[in-house]
C-alpha cells in the first residue's frame, strides 16, 4: 500500500505549531457584521471564548473567523468549521465586502443565547512523516440576542 504524497508547506507554517498548544491561537480575529442593520463588531483570536450582546434588530450576522498570516500560506492544509446551536453553517457563496476577506458564514439568530463554535483544523504533516498529524483548535462565540 502507498502512502500519497504530503506536498510541503511554507517553513512559518509549521512553526507556529512548534510551540505549546495552549499558547498558540489560530484566529487572529472574528468579525460579527449584521446583514440588515449597520452593525459590526471584531473579536480578538487571542482568546479562545467571548460573549456578545447584539442589538434586537439584529437576526442575520456574517461570521468571519481569519486566520493567522502565517496560516494562511497554506490554505489547502487549514480547515474552518462553524457551528451555531448544535447545527453546522455552510460557508457563503460570495457576499465579501471586500477581494482580500475571509471566509464567511451566513447566520439567523434565534431570540436569547446564541453558540456559534468556531473550529480550525490544521494539517501539520510533515511531508516525509507516514504519520497523519493535525491541531485542532475551537473558539466559542455566545451571542446574545434580547426579546
Known amino acids: 500500500m502507498q502512502v500519497p504524497h504530503i506536498p510541503s508547506a511554507n517553513p512559518r507554517f509549521f512553526q507556529v505549531f512548534n510551540t505549546d498548544m495552549n499558547k498558540v491561537r489560530l484566529l487572529s480575529q472574528t468579525m460579527i457584521?449584521?446583514?440588515?442593520?449597520?452593525?459590526?463588531v471584531s473579536?480578538?483570536?487571542?482568546?479562545?471564548?467571548?460573549?456578545?450582546?447584539?442589538?434586537?434588530?439584529?437576526?442575520?450576522?456574517k461570521i468571519?473567523?481569519?486566520?493567522?498570516?502565517?496560516?494562511?500560506?497554506?490554505p489547502t492544509r487549514?480547515?474552518?468549521?462553524?457551528?451555531?446551536?448544535?447545527?453546522?453553517?455552510?460557508l457563503s457563496e460570495g457576499g465579501f465586502l471586500e477581494d482580500n476577506d475571509?471566509?464567511?458564514?451566513?447566520?439567523?439568530?434565534?431570540?436569547?443565547?446564541?453558540?456559534?463554535?468556531i473550529n480550525v483544523t490544521?494539517?501539520?504533516?510533515?511531508?516525509?512523516n507516514m504519520v497523519s498529524d493535525y491541531r485542532s483548535q475551537t473558539y466559542v462565540l455566545f451571542v446574545t440576542l434580547p426579546w
Open 33 to 40: 457584521i449584521s446583514t440588515e442593520r449597520d452593525f459590526r
Open 122 to 128: 490544521a494539517n501539520i504533516t510533515q511531508p516525509d
Open 64 to 74: 468571519m473567523p481569519k486566520l493567522l498570516q502565517d496560516l494562511l500560506t497554506e
Open 78 to 90: 487549514v480547515t474552518i468549521t462553524v457551528i451555531q446551536n448544535n447545527t453546522k453553517l455552510n
Open 43 to 61: 473579536v480578538r483570536g487571542d482568546y479562545v471564548g467571548h460573549s456578545i450582546t447584539l442589538p434586537s434588530k439584529v437576526q442575520n450576522i
Open 102 to 117: 475571509p471566509p464567511c458564514w451566513n447566520s439567523t439568530l434565534s431570540k436569547g443565547v446564541n453558540i456559534i463554535k
